[in-house]
């Protein structure tokens, strides 16, 4: 099987055939699309177009499912889904808010699915939420959100720590919390960034449940390397840095991506990976950083497939977070 990724303002022709899964982000109108398509409401930078498709394609057959409000593919051992939960749908109770409900449901939903499926690696995930720096119930949105998906992964027997799933978590401006991932049948080579502390084991002070993620991950194919590098945002440590210096943010971010990849070109079985290379997608916080941040990331990473978009980044004094991936023909 071959994994492709393209990014196309353009709906993915029906001509390339073997749409795994993938997102709309921009506009991407009020229908719910049937596959698994996620729809990320937001504001594109720097693009002409209102909406940009991206897809995962493959070149097996697919099978395709609903299961308990997730919308699935499955190509060989590959799966791709998007759920979408309306908080509103779960009521709060004096101990848990509506969207620490609704995440620990989305997250025992897709671990369920993927046991069914025998398909239990988890490898990738991207989550979207609304206002996730407004605080309720006493507790800032993103940290609920680290409640629900850590008694997730524990209730159903997956480690909080050490193996987990790459990972971005991004503040929308309203709209369900909806949930992306890609799965497998074998497990992903977790990757960590040597300057900074495992997201698993941040300290208290960001919440009374560290978020359970990895700063990347090697995942692996019959014939292909893809490398996962999580949502990487300006911490040294587990302290963020330049408070308020847009610039100073894009460049530690950039300096943690490289040291990411550092990791990935350590543990690869693939010919070595660089900056240039890899697909990103950039969140920024203010649209008026926009063209600083353009600016700082081309001077370090030259012409490279980048989107910039609109969101919250999950610690009020982030500016901007980048993600970013690569697919490689596997060595031999
Ligand atoms: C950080 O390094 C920035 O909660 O899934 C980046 C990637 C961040 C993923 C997540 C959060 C997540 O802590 C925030």
Avoid: K
């Avoid at 609304?130 to 997956?158: K, M, P, S, V, W």
């Avoid at 991004?170 to 990757?191: E, W």
């Amino acid at each position: 099987m071959a994994l492709r990724f393209i990014s196309s303002p353009a709906t993915v022709s029906r001509e390339t055939g073997g749409e795994l899964g993938g997102a709309i982000l921009g506009e991407p109108g009020s229908v719910a699309p049937s596959w698994p398509q996620q729809r990320i409401f937001a504001a594109l930078f720097g693009s002409t177009a209102s909406v940009l498709h991206e897809a995962w394609l493959v070149d097996l057959p697919i099978t395709s499912g609903q299961s308990q409000g997730i919308a699935w593919r499955r190509a060989g051992d590959l799966l791709f889904g998007v759920i979408e939960l309306d908080e509103t749908d779960f009521p709060s109770t004096e101990n848990c808010s509506s969207l620490q409900a609704a995440s620990a449901e989305a997250y025992r939903r897709i671990f369920h699915l993927l046991d069914a499926q025998q398909l239990p690696h988890l490898w990738r995930l991207w989550n979207y939420l609304a206002a996730i720096n407004l605080e309720t119930q006493g507790l800032e949105r993103y940290r609920q959100f680290n409640i629900g998906r850590q008694d997730a992964f524990l209730e159903c027997h997956r480690g909080a720590t050490g193996n987990v799933p790459a990972a971005c978590a991004l503040g929308l401006a309203g709209g369900p919390l909806s949930i992306a991932f890609m799965a497998g049948a074998t497990p992903a080579v977790p990757l960590e960034n040597p300057r900074q502390v495992s997201a698993y084991n941040y300290p208290a002070d960001y919440g009374p449940r560290s978020p359970t993620f990895s700063r990347g991950a090697l995942a692996y194919l019959p014939e292909q390397e893809i490398l996962f590098i999580s949502g990487t945002a300006s911490i040294v440590g587990h302290q963020t840095v330049h408070p308020g210096d847009v610039a100073g943010q894009c460049r530690e971010s950039l300096a943690n991506i490289e040291a990411v990849l550092g990791e990935a070109n350590r543990l690869r079985r693939s010919p070595p990976y660089a900056l240039g290379e890899l697909s990103y997608r950039v969140y920024v916080r203010n649209a008026g950083d926009f063209q600083l941040i353009r600016q700082t990331l081309a001077a370090l990473i030259g012409v490279a497939e980048v989107i910039f978009m609109q969101a919250d980044v999950c610690r009020q004094d982030l500016l901007l977070e980048i993600e970013a991936h690569a697919l490689h023909a596997l060595e031999n």
